[in-house]
């Protein structure tokens, strides 16, 4: 069981801010690898990370930066579980991929800081 929520929890309430200004950052298996992605008070969509945080935060109000994960291959004989699929050995050209997404993510989490979470959100979610 993720229990992400707690942690998470525990920050919020230390430092005293709004959930709707919390701003988390985590993998996603339904957006293709390298992709990144910008959301606000959407449902966790099965990750366990985040339902965690929606659990204990008793809200879904908070931004999310999405990084895509999600396999190459759309055969769902040759698709893992998640579990194995998100804990395996990345390879040379998928380890590329995630630093160069990583940046991406800096970048896009530097320009809402910037110019707020909606012009990112126009900007980066293409």
């Known amino acids: ?5 707690k942690s998470v929890k525990k920050i919020v309430l230390s430092f005293k801010f709004q959930v709707s200004r919390l701003w988390v950052v985590h993998d996603d298996i339904d957006l293709p690898l390298g992709k990144i992605k910008i959301s606000i008070g959407k449902s966790s969509a099965g990750h366990k990370g985040v339902q965690s945080i929606i659990r204990e935060l008793k ?3 908070f931004v999310r930066f999405r990084i895509g994960i999600k396999q190459r291959t759309e055969n769902k004989e040759q698709r893992t579980e998640v579990e194995k699929f998100v ?5 040379k050209e998928e380890e590329k991929i995630v630093k160069d997404v990583i940046k991406k993510t ?3 989490i530097e320009f809402a800081l910037k110019n707020g979470i909606e012009k990112a959100m126009t900007k980066y979610n293409k």
């Open 87 to 91: 804990l395996k050995k990345i390879t």
């Open 1 to 5: 069981m993720n229990e992400s929520g």
């Open 106 to 108: 800096v970048g896009a």
């Open 59 to 61: 809200t879904k109000d």
